[in-house]
Structures are given as C-alpha cells and as structure tokens.
C-alpha cells in the first residue's frame, strides 16, 4: 500500500539555523514527490517536483532533494516568513496523490 | 492565469443537515481532486476525476458522501447527512492531465463546521 510519512511533526527554530525536513514514502511506481507549504487558512501551494533518484531542486531558501525511499527539504538560513507547514505528496502507478500528515515549521527572530 | 475557485470559504450546520461545495477548476485542467484535511493532518484525497469520470473514490463514504462533474468542468461535493467528524477544510485541487507527471493546483478551501 502506497504510505507517506514526514518528520518531525513540528520543527522550531531561531532565524538563521538550518536544518532539513524528512519525506519517506512507499509507492508503486514512483512517478512524482512533491513538496508543498501551507499556511493557516489557504490551500497548499506548490513548492518542488522531483521525479527520479539523485534529482535536487532549488528555490531561495529551500532545496529538495530525491533518494529511491526518501525526500529531504534543507532550509538553509530560514526567515520568519518561512513559518509554515511544508507537506510532501507522491504521485505512484496509479495516478493517486497521496499526502502527508506535514511538518509544521515555526522560526523565531 | 485564474486559480481554483472553491465557494463557500466557510460553512456552519448541524449534524443530519446537508451541505453542498462548489469547485471551479484552472482552465483545461483534466483532473479534479478533492480532499478532506482534518485540523493537524494532511489532505485525504477523497475523489479523483478525469474529465467528468470517477478515476478513484475508494475513500469517499459513498453513504454520505456524492461528488460530481459536469461537462468535465465545475465538480460538487455534497455531503448528506453531516455527522460530527465531517468537520475539516475540504479543498479541491486540478492538475494538467492524470498520466503526466504533473503538480495539483490548490483552492482556498471550505471549512466545514458541524455542531
């Protein structure tokens, strides 16, 4: 069965310190992993897709990375403005998207 | 480019009473989603549409739940009778086309409150 799991539930951190956010999956057929942020009140917005092992993809602050069991999303010098819940979603053989449950991101000037 | 219209924003009924969504996909997108997120959780996809035919609802509660789309355009969510745990933010999300490899635009959502 196809199952999404992210890590940690909930991150804090001060403004300035990286980290990174896990995405591990099982799928059939992976045909996509994507990476969304969510704030409170609004739908997810689209962030990242990656489709194969060893593929990174770059936007300001944020990188994301693909292994064939797991995705990463590095934040490197997170902004207040990067609080947020980050939401990762595979798309497998059978065209479902399936998400999930979110790392909610709090930064603290 | 228009993003995905979902009306109402917000909703407040009792429980046994029902309640219909509204969802206007971005133009020439072929699949419809639409999901339920509970407070905390990630989205549950709750039906899939490829035009205006049903590609997945085996976590839609059909006793309650019914979703349609006409002409392959608008979609409706209905649910009837609401219960308790049908409170959460119902979103509805298009993408290009169901065999690509391609991302789902989201809506504002619907948050549904049932007392």
């Known amino acids: 069965e196809d199952q999404v799991t992210q890590s940690p539930e909930a991150l804090r951190l001060q403004e300035g310190e990286s980290s990174s956010l896990n995405c591990s999956y099982t799928v059939s057929g992976l045909r996509g992993l994507f990476w969304y942020r969510q704030d409170p009140g609004k739908g997810p917005e689209f962030l990242f897709t990656l489709y194969s092992a060893g593929e990174e993809k770059e936007k300001e602050r944020l990188k994301a990375t693909l292994t064939k069991k797991e995705s990463f999303l590095h934040i490197t010098a997170p902004k207040p403005e990067d609080s947020a819940t980050y939401l990762c979603a595979v798309k497998g053989n059978f065209n479902k998207f399936y998400f999930g449950s979110g790392t909610k991101l709090n930064v603290k000037p | 480019e228009a993003g995905v219209a979902q009306s109402p924003r917000y909703k407040i009924i009792e429980k046994r009473q029902s309640v219909a969504f509204w969802c206007n996909p971005i133009?020439?997108?072929?699949?419809l989603y639409w999901y339920q997120q509970i407070l905390g959780q990630g989205p549950k996809l709750l039906i899939q549409?490829?035009?205006?035919?049903?590609?997945?609802d085996s976590q839609l509660p059909k006793d309650r739940f019914s979703a349609e789309r006409l002409k392959g355009v608008d979609s409706t969510l209905k649910i009837q009778p609401a219960k308790l745990e049908d409170s959460a933010v119902y979103l509805c999300?298009?993408?290009?086309?169901?065999?690509?490899?391609?991302?789902?635009?989201f809506g504002q959502g619907t948050r549904l409150t049932v007392v």
């Open positions: 549409f490829q035009n205006n035919g049903v590609v997945d």
């Open positions: 999300a298009s993408s290009l086309m169901v065999g690509g490899n391609t991302e789902a635009f």
């Open positions: 133009s020439g997108h072929a699949t």
